[in-house]
């Protein structure tokens, strides 16, 4: 089936959820790295205080030029971290929720009688299993004759069986 999105979230609720998760695990990830680089630069900073050179020696120089680049870059890859965690995250959802609520829209119009045919998800869509089961199911109730209805109840298929008695 051809790829039919039309919008970019199709169920915002768990969308935004998956979302909010990977881009939260992706800060907390980030953070964890920048507390160790915080670390990290402090340790030196008190290596070289240790040692005995003063602030204006180009080790101290050094360490805040390296501090800052590490800043600069940090930044820059949780940005890029974040896009791509926003970025997976929709996509991922859209994997899940769409192949769910095509099946679930696939199924209401069958109740309504609009459509009789299997259902289809895109390729690489999760779930595709699902559809199949569901189009299985579908065949056999398409390949066997209609329940009669009549208004004082249902009139069973098999004869021998025979529709359950009101309370």
Known sequence: MADQRKSLLIAPGFQLGVVAWSVGLTLTVAGIFYLAQEY????????????GLGPDHAY???M????????????T????A???????????????????????NHMRAVAEGKTRRPVEFREGDFFADLA???????????S???VDRSEDGIKFRD???KPPRAA
């Open 132 to 142: 199949e089961s569901y189009n299985a199911q579908l065949e056999r109730l398409n």
């Open 82 to 104: 974040v896009l791509v965690a926003t970025l997976g995250g929709i996509e991922l959802s859209h994997r899940i929720a769409g192949p769910l609520i095509r099946l679930r």
């Open 40 to 51: 990290f630069f402090r340790d030196f900073a008190d290596l070289g205080a240790r040692l």
């Open 144 to 146: 066997e004759p209609p």
């Open 159 to 161: 004869s021998s069986r």
């Open 60 to 62: 101290f120089k050094f």
């Open 77 to 80: 890859v949780t940005g890029v």
């Open 64 to 75: 805040s030029d390296m501090h800052d680049f590490f800043e600069n870059l940090f930044a």
